[in-house]
Every structure is written in C-alpha cells, then in structure tokens.
C-alpha cells in the first residue's frame, strides 16, 4: 500500500522504516527543513536500536521517501498516518495544535478518498472532534482511524515487529479492517473498537503502568521503615500472575516523553470532564516526590551539600537511549546545584541532550571515572550496563570519604560495594548488606 506519514519525530520514524520494511510505500512529510535535508541525505536524526538497517533498506529499496510539503505527496496515496507531537502544556493540558494544523491541511487538499490513521497519542475524544471540525467538512469522503501505538524508546522496532496488541479504533468496520491490513505481517491479538475507546486505551495503559511504579515505590519507602527489602518483596510480589513481575523497580520513577505527559494528560481531561481521578493524581505526585526523595539521602547521609562534590551517573531517563526528556537525573541536579553541591555527571549517550538543560556549573565527562575523582558520594541514576560495571575497586581509589552510594535504580551489588568499604543506600533496602 501506499501511504504519507506526517511528522518524523521518534514514532513517525519508526512507523515509515517498519511500514517501508513490511513492503509499503512510504512517504514521510517534515515541515522542519533542517530534519527534512539530514533524512534526504540518509542521516536518521534519532537513535533507536536497529533502525539504521531499515532505514537504509528502505531508502535504497525505494520504498521510503521524504517530502516537505504533504500537497505535494497526497494524490495517489491510500492512508495518511498522523505522528506529530502532542507536548504538554504547563497546566498539563495536551497540546493539538499540530494535530489541528494538519487536520486542516489534509481537509484543505484532499482530492480522492483516503483514510486518515492517528498514531499520535491524543485525548479521548479528539478524533470526533476532528471528524466534526474538519474532515466532514472535506470534499471528499475521508474516514478517520485511531491507531495508538505502545511503543518502548529503546526497544521501539521490537515492539513494532511484537506488540502485545494492535488497536484500531473505527466507526466503520471495513474501514478498521483495511487499516489493519498495514500490519499483516505482524503475529499480534488485533482488537477494534470504537474511535474514543481506541484512544482510551492508550492513557489507561500508560497511567497503569506509570501506577505499578509508584505503588512499588510507595511500598519501597514503607520497607525502609519496618526494615524489610524492596527487592524481595517485589520479586516475590510479581510471581502472582494477576500482577505480573513488569514495572515494579522501585527507585527515582518514571522519566521520559510518554509516561509523564500522559498521566498529566489524563488528570487533565478527567477534571476536565468534572471527575477528580485521586489515585491518578497520587501517582504523578509521588513520582516527583521520589526525586527528592534522593536529595534528602544525600542529605541524611552526608549533612549539609554545600561545598561537597556529587557525581551523578547517568542522565537519559533509562537506559539505551540518549532521550533526556522529564529525565529524574536533570531534577536532581538543580536540586543538587541549589544547594551549593559541586556536581559531574556522566552518560555513555545523553551529554548532548542533557548539556543545553544543565546548569553551567555542571561538569560534563563521557568518562565515568573522571567525575567520580574527588566525589564523596555518588547518585546512579540511570542503570546502564556500563555503569553498573564499574572496576569499583578503581572508583573507591577515587573517591573520598565517606565513599556513599546512592543507587537510584536498585540495580548495584549492595553486597559487593559494602565489602568494599562503599556507603550503599537503595530505595527500599535495608542497609545490612
Ligand atoms: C513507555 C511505555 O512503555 C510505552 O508503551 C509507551 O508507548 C511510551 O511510554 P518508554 O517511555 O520508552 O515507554 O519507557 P519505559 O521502558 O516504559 O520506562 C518508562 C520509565 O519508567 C523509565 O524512566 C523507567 O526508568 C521507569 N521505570 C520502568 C521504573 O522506574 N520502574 C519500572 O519498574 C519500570
């Protein structure tokens, strides 16, 4: 089939080289010039394990294309895929007005029948809307699909390619139908439901999930206080097959551009709607609150920061990414920073991205050593492997008294450090190691 993606940003990308790869003919429209010529010069802006391959495949295969101008691209093409951002505002509310601006323009422009696919995540109700305000108004008949996608940064062309499920949200069954024959390639329950429903699921799964941590973080920091150990508990509480073992890390929280955008979204529409969604709310709120929850370890362990030099590993909000976005490491540090700690942080990826948000004073090093010379305390914020490993017996030689441990992510050998003379204090864990 032959269809028009609007928007290359992370989902937008993802959707063309696997959609070019299943064998469609795909083209992406990208109004940001700067984006648009790296991508016709074959640089992906963005990193995603596995993607370069399809990428080229489908460059060199013809079967990917990109365009600036959708009017340039719509006669011919079958299906319009939206998947542009949908931010958050200060208030939480989510941000249409690019969704609105290419509502109009497909209105605008279309000239034969095509059926318009949302992939961005926007509230329930929204596709109505868009039918209403825009797309009944066409001069042609074009039909409106919500199709979200539960896509994991990192792991994002494996969830394509496995997806627990696939949702379509139509009013029309034979409409739902040809929009599920993008995806027959892909072994996965396929559900259809109603447009509203379609883009419900999508909050509901991400505000669950975003649930699972803080409840495990809730009960992380009542273990601290009758002594009992995260660690055991959650694994043992995940062997229950209604719970599940997925997402019950204790540690910093949720960071990243879905789940904190989504929840905040969802608590929007639900006021919005006159229902106060209290656990919802509950679950943003402890999620901040486990950032300082760092800050006062920090504190409780080593006193007053002022003057004292804090390294902090890791910086994308987890790891295989270089995605920075409501990343926990970022509010820690202008905690940090505020209150006068001497700060170095290090990430095998995210330097860049985190270097414009950081405060000046920040000292940045690709080497973790580097930023642990001097340190007397460290916070492991993102738990990737590299960091994980460490030669702790080097990182000991470096750092000074009282060699505290901060692990943000429960992910070190608590035993192994205290063997060494380290400080460790988890999220949840005792500290008799
Ligand atoms: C998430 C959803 O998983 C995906 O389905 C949706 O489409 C987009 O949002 P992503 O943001 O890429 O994907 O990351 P995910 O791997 O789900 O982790 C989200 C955050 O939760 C990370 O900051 C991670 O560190 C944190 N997390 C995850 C925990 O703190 N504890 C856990 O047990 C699991």
């Known amino acids: 089939m032959e269809l028009v993606i609007i928007g290359s940003g992370y989902v937008g990308l993802v ?51 990109f365009s600036e101008d959708l009017r340039d691209v719509l006669p011919g093409v079958d299906f319009i895929m939206i998947a542009v951002g949908t931010p958050s505002l200060a208030d939480g509310r989510v941000d249409l007005a690019q969704v609105y601006e290419v509502a109009q323009t497909i209105s605008e422009t279309a000239d034969h029948p095509l059926v318009v696919v949302m992939k961005s995540t926007v509230p329930p109700g929204t596709g109505k809307y868009l039918i209403e305000r825009f797309f009944s108004k066409a001069c042609v008949p074009i039909r409106y699909v919500s199709n979200p996608e539960f896509l994991r940064e990192g792991k994002a062309v494996w969830d394509w390619y496995h997806p627990d499920r696939i949702v379509v949200g139509s009013d029309d069954p034979v409409t739902a139908e040809e929009v599920l024959e993008l995806y027959s390639d892909i072994d996965a329950p396929k559900v259809t439901m109603d447009v509203t429903s379609a883009e419900m699921v999508k909050y509901a799964s991400n505000a669950f999930l975003a649930t699972k941590i803080s409840f495990i973080n809730e009960v992380a920091n009542l273990c601290e206080l009758v002594g009992a150990d995260i660690k055991l508990v959650a694994s043992a509480v995940g062997m229950d097959k209604r719970i599940g073992p997925h997402f019950l890390q204790a540690g910093l929280g949720y960071g990243g551009s879905c789940f904190p955008k989504d929840t905040k979204g969802l608590d929007y529409i639900s006021s919005f709607n006159g229902y106060s969604f209290n656990l919802l709310k509950a679950v943003i709120e402890v999620n901040s609150k486990q950032r300082i929850l760092a800050v006062r370890k920090l504190h409780k362990e080593i006193g007053n920061l002022a003057g004292k030099k804090i390294a902090v590993l890791g910086l994308a909000f987890k790891p295989g990414t270089d995605d920075v976005r409501e990343a926990p490491a970022l509010d820690i540090i202008k905690y940090l920073v505020d209150e006068g700690a001497a700060v170095a942080a290090t990430d095998p990826l995210a330097l860049k991205n985190a ?31 590299q960091l994980v490993n460490l030669d702790w017996e080097r990182v000991k030689r470096l750092m000074r008294e009282p060699f505290l441990v901060v692990d943000g992510r429960n992910a070190l050998d608590a035993r192994r450090l205290v063997g060494l003379g380290y400080r460790y204090c988890g999220f949840g864990r005792p500290g008799n190691f």
Not at 356 to 385: H, I, M, N, R
């Open 15 to 65: 959707a063309a080289c696997c959609l070019a790869h299943s064998g469609h003919k795909v083209i992406t429209v990208e109004k940001n010039i700067g984006k648009l010529e790296k991508l016709q010069r074959g640089v992906l802006p963005i990193y995603e394990e596995g993607l370069e391959e399809l990428f080229r495949q489908g460059v060199n295969s013809s079967r990917l294309f």
């Open 355 to 385: 270097y414009p948000l950081l405060p000046s004073c920040v000292k940045l090093s690709a080497d973790p050593y580097e930023v642990l010379v001097g340190a007397q305390a460290f916070l492991l914020a993102t738990e990737w492997p």
